[in-house]
């Protein structure tokens, strides 16, 4: 097993990555194929298809041994579930499984071809092992019952930014910012309304405070600047 | 990278395994844990899931070089596309894919649990690195471009066998073989009507040529059973 791409997101930590992907359709992410693999014929017919999958490596999430169970957050952290019965980073063979959507492939420059796609829920150069299209007439399956995950809607949270902050934030960035902020990035038993959260986003550190559904921006720092 | 489990399939060879999960929907399968991931709360929660992914390895298809293009058997063997845009099992990392639906899981006996799947599109024995839950929520994309895989449908084949023959196919086994028969085992680019093949499934190898759209069974043998 050896990474084949390595994608490029936003997010250079795992604080705030999206649960699954799709659940912020917009995410843009690149994925760039290391150099053995930089080789147009490889992709050859892949810009038909929408989606594509994505097996990838748990690189954060690395042990040396592993646990029958494991707390999913969205149950709350406190209750176990059969770690088989869960998408958890933390299993015997640390592969991700992601279905993103395919914008396009750019075949220029010397990186090229780059996949563009959407949707990702994986952390700034995770390694890609592989890359498959998504067959809808197999992979698809809507009557799928989702078991203990589908009785859970997460509420957005309602997000409050000074004029004055919200300045500092690139415009065609806050749509997406709010998105991964209102999906509530915090570990799900945290409820500590005093603490202060510092979220990394593209060359961002966004902090803030939740209270209830309110997520309250205290500050917004640029990557290399100093704090304010 | 260690297998988790094994699967048993009706499938000793890798001729005649449908070449895509679900192709065949009640086509049994059960996957046994190794020993040491042989552990009912690791399973804990899964049996609410009505379908399961299994990341397995293309255990009979590795090769030490990879070749960016390869030729889809449903392309007739002759169009070239770009590894990345099929599931064919020779890519850089030899994982494979499938989505099987989850019929029930035995906790009973020595080898418990064992998960009892319908649908695979696998070998006898093939090691499965990791069993993840489907979450129709998120891998479902039923609204996907399947790209070249869409516009191919494939005829089945009609079956003629006779009487005698018939009889020596168990009963119950008789619809399940007839599945796999009327899809078209052969390489695609094969069409030879004189040509005999031999499947093996189950405990019996079918032999059998095409011409056009009939399969023309010509014997039946049982495993360790001397050529009639």
Request: one cysteine or more; hydrophobic letters at 35%.
């Amino acid at each position: 097993m050896k990474p084949i791409a390595r994608i490029h997101t936003p997010f250079p930590t795992k604080f705030g990555i999206p649960r699954q992907s799709g659940l912020i359709p917009s995410l843009p992410a690149e994925i760039v194929f290391e150099k053995e693999f930089r080789n147009p014929d490889a992709v050859r017919g892949l810009d038909d298809f929408s989606h594509i999958w994505l097996l990838w490596e748990f690189s954060e999430a690395k042990r040396s041994t592993w646990s029958a169970t494991v707390r999913p957050p969205r149950l709350g952290g406190n209750q176990r579930m059969g770690v088989f019965a869960t998408r958890s980073p933390f299993r015997p063979n640390p592969i991700g499984l992601s279905c993103v959507r395919l914008q396009k492939i750019d075949f220029s420059g010397e990186r090229g071809p780059v996949l563009h796609v959407l949707g990702a829920d994986l952390m700034d150069q995770t390694p890609i092992y592989d890359i498959k299209p998504y067959l809808p007439a197999f992979d698809s399956q809507p009557q799928a019952s989702g078991g203990f995950t589908e009785a859970l809607a997460e509420k957005p949270l309602h997000i409050e930014c000074s004029p004055a902050l919200l300045e500092k934030i690139p415009q065609e960035k806050r749509e997406l910012l709010w998105s991964v902020l209102s999906q509530d990035p915090r570990p799900s038993y945290q409820h500590d309304k005093t603490r202060i959260y510092g979220l990394e986003f593209d060359n961002m550190e966004i902090r803030f405070s939740i209270d209830g559904l309110r997520l309250i921006i205290h500050e917004i720092r640029h990557r290399g600047q100093a704090h304010e």
